[in-house]
């Protein structure tokens, strides 16, 4: 079955400290890998998409990383700042006719001042 | 520039009424999407639009039928409320369909709907 999972939950930094978030996923067979940012009461705007031969790829403070072997994907936020309070959502793209779009649940993400 | 645009923002149904929410885009898209996303779960596809002319069932069609109406717009339809029906939905456009191509999927910002 196709899923991806994403880690943790949710996450509380302080302002001006880097943060890591997780994906893994079990998608087959793999398009690509893309990395969404939703603000509450707002829709998803994409941050990075990766196809299988991107290892990493950066938008401004965020940089994803892609381990196509491994199954397993990262963003990762430098210097956070208090709008990066969000929720980082990781979805997977099905190589196939039509679209086949797998959704994370997401990551919550709180910067404290 | 818009980009998506949803309406009505927010909804109240009573169960078994009906409504059709409105979705436009002004990027030229070919390819048009409506999601519901609800607590504690993933964006869930209910149905899609892959071009001006043709729409195709997702993952949760079951109550809801979509229109394309024109490349702009397109429109999803409750004919019958229920609670379970109570989401937050937004439609989405890409240049091209998503899945296969590396197009990113450009969002509004939802419709909340609360059936009673």
């Known amino acids: 079955k196709n899923q991806v999972e994403q880690s943790p939950q949710s996450l509380i930094i302080l302002e001006g400290k880097n943060c890591t978030l997780q994906?893994?996923?079990?998608?087959?067979?793999?398009?690509?890998l893309r990395w969404y940012k939703q603000d509450t009461g707002r829709g998803p705007v994409s941050l990075t998409i990766m196809t299988f031969s991107e290892n990493t790829k950066s938008n401004g403070r965020y940089t994803a990383t892609l381990d196509a072997d491994t199954k397993q994907s990262s963003l990762h936020i430098t210097a956070s700042q208090l709008s990066d309070s969000a929720s980082y959502i990781c979805?997977?793209?099905?190589?196939?006719?039509?679209?086949?779009?797998?959704f994370g649940k997401g990551t919550t993400l709180s910067v404290s001042s | 520039n818009a980009g998506v645009t949803q309406t009505p923002k927010f909804q109240v149904l009573k169960t078994g009424q009906s409504m059709t929410l409105q979705c436009a885009q002004d990027?030229?898209?070919?390819?048009m999407y409506w999601y519901r996303q609800d607590p504690g779960m993933g964006l869930r596809l209910i149905y899609y639009?892959?071009?001006?002319?043709?729409?195709d069932k997702g993952e949760v069609p079951n109550g809801y039928n979509v229109s394309r109406l024109n490349k702009r717009e397109f429109s999803l339809r409750l004919e019958s409320a229920a609670p379970s029906q109570t989401s937050v939905y937004f439609c989405?456009?890409?240049?091209?369909?998503?899945?296969?191509?590396?197009?990113?999927?450009?969002f509004g910002d939802g419709t909340r709907l609360s059936i009673l």
């Open positions: 639009s892959a071009s001006e002319g043709t729409t």
């Open positions: 989405a456009s890409s240049e091209s369909i998503a899945g296969g191509s590396n197009q990113p999927q450009h």
């Open positions: 994906c893994n996923y079990t998608v087959s067979p793999f398009s690509n």
């Open positions: 990027m030229n898209h070919n390819s």
């Open positions: 979805v997977v793209s099905v190589y196939q006719a039509g679209t086949a779009l797998i």
